[in-house]
């Protein structure tokens, strides 16, 4: 795979023009495939995005450990990015032309600890979608050992852009 397309500088980022002018699995389509910025925050957390598919959305990275807390261990906060990035955009392969979403709530269950330097894969599957709000479920999970790391839920709100 070649080297993601991380944001660096506001100019990067693309406009609401760009994103209102596509369905939002053109959107994620156009970031997968590098005509499109990945979040600035990818390159800080040490991810980016792996797979793009209807409904399905799946990043990859590893905590380093400039990611960790006080003690030593993957913050939680990593998980939860991870868990928030992974399942709205798969909201968001959902949303159609001239709409965008928003994370209305999610929760993050961790299951163990994540040792930093372990590659994972953070996976977003949609439950349901409507006119207003979409629901997706996400897993933290071991590339080489497929381990289960966290789980978490998402509702996101669906707005019209125009």
Known sequence: MTEPFIAT??????????LLSQS?????????????????????LGYHL???????????GAPAFAHTNPVGAVHGGWYGT??????????????????????LEYRVNITRALPPGTEIDAEGII???????GVARGEIRGVADGKLYATGSTTCLIMDGR
């Open 50 to 60: 792996h797979l793009v598919e209807e409904g399905r959305v799946i990043f990859r």
């Open 127 to 133: 439950q349901h979608i409507g006119r207003t709000t």
């Open 9 to 18: 500088k506001h100019e990067d980022v693309a406009t609401r023009e760009v």
């Open 82 to 103: 991870l868990l928030d990035s992974c399942m709205a955009c798969a909201v968001m392969t959902m949303v159609p032309k001239g709409q965008f979403y928003t994370t």
């Open 24 to 44: 939002g699995y053109d959107f994620m389509r156009g970031m997968l495939e590098g005509r499109i910025a990945h979040p600035a925050i990818a390159g800080t």
